[in-house]
């Protein structure tokens, strides 16, 4: 399983987890990011002292926003070209997310599929293709109905805070456990400067990996649109180097509305379906320490 981090706003990093690859690094694993107290604290605090007010603010407060969301859920569109081989591939679905003190659970659900050439001028008909992609604070589950397949990993033997899924820290990162500092620690960040007559209320990031970020050798670009007023994510691109163009946009929007435990519960496997799981491999120190208790 790949552990995808272009998306560091939005849900598109967990698409990357299971839709360009199952394979999973030891990097990848909880606890295999170690932080050392005050470590970075000097760099972070030079990377905030370079950029403007108006991006510190920003930043701010999409950092604030995220720590106190309860909830997310919107429609998803997901586009990724191709450029090497000038094809895109399109899909309509939607997204739940919840967090609360304990850990937090995500849906992405995909209805259709469509593949065409990026030149081609007719207009080509998505197929159904139904596809779950479900973590419920322990396992991270897809369940694809066109290969009646079900994939489980698990992430965590325990649920885990939020917090354990900041950027460059656990499993994988989640976007409403963004930091300021993280980010400036990780990229250039600007601001794009809007037409001032767009009434549009989206503010447009720019950022781009620094020569020594972790994700330099992966991407490219990224870019984010927030919308000024709730500082929630509507839109996400990000360029990889292999030359691939990835965005996600949200519509129907709705923030801290109560979503009902059956949301990420997926049908069981019937008959004829196949089903793997990958538990967690414990690290060498969690199996010493069960030696010696």
């Not at 706003?9 to 909880?30: D, M, T």
């Not at 905030?48 to 926003?65: A, C």
């Not at 779950?132 to 290969?147: A, C, H, I, M, S």
Request: proline share 5%.
């Amino acid at each position: 399983m790949k552990n995808v981090v272009a998306n560091i706003i939005i849900f598109s990093l967990v698409l990357g987890v299971c839709v360009r690859g199952e394979e999973k690094s030891e990097s990848a694993r909880p606890g295999s990011a170690q932080e050392k107290p005050g470590a970075s604290t000097g760099a972070a605090e030079a990377a905030v002292d370079k950029v403007s007010p108006e991006l510190n603010k920003l930043l701010d407060r999409i950092e604030k926003t995220g720590a106190a969301l309860k909830s997310f859920q919107a429609d998803m569109l997901f586009e990724q070209e191709q450029l090497l081989v000038d094809t895109v591939t399109i899909r309509k679905g939607y997204l739940y997310y919840r967090a609360d003190k304990e850990t937090v659970r995500f849906r992405i659900h995909f209805d259709d599929w469509l593949q065409k050439d990026l030149e081609e001028e007719a207009t080509a008909k998505p197929v159904k293709f139904e596809e779950d992609f479900v973590f419920d604070g322990l396992w991270l589950t897809r369940r694809n109905e066109r290969t009646k397949s079900v994939q489980r990993w698990e992430i965590a033997k325990k649920p885990r805070p939020r917090e354990d899924f900041r950027l460059g820290k656990g499993p994988f990162p989640l976007p409403f456990a963004i930091r300021k500092a993280d980010v400036l620690k990780e990229f250039e960040v600007k601001v794009h400067q809007a037409d001032p007559n767009d009434k549009n209320e989206i503010e447009h990031l720019l950022l781009k990996p620094k020569k020594e970020s972790s994700y330099a050798e992966e991407y490219v670009n990224l870019e984010l649109w927030v919308n000024d007023r709730t500082a929630l994510p509507q839109k996400m691109r990000y360029h990889s180097e292999d030359d691939e163009v990835t965005t996600i946009s949200w519509t129907k929007i709705k923030a801290d509305e109560s979503i009902k435990d059956e949301v990420f519960e997926l049908k069981p496997a019937g008959a004829g379906w196949t089903t793997e799981e990958t538990p967690l491999e414990e690290s060498p120190a969690e199996e010493a320490g069960k030696s010696e208790s």
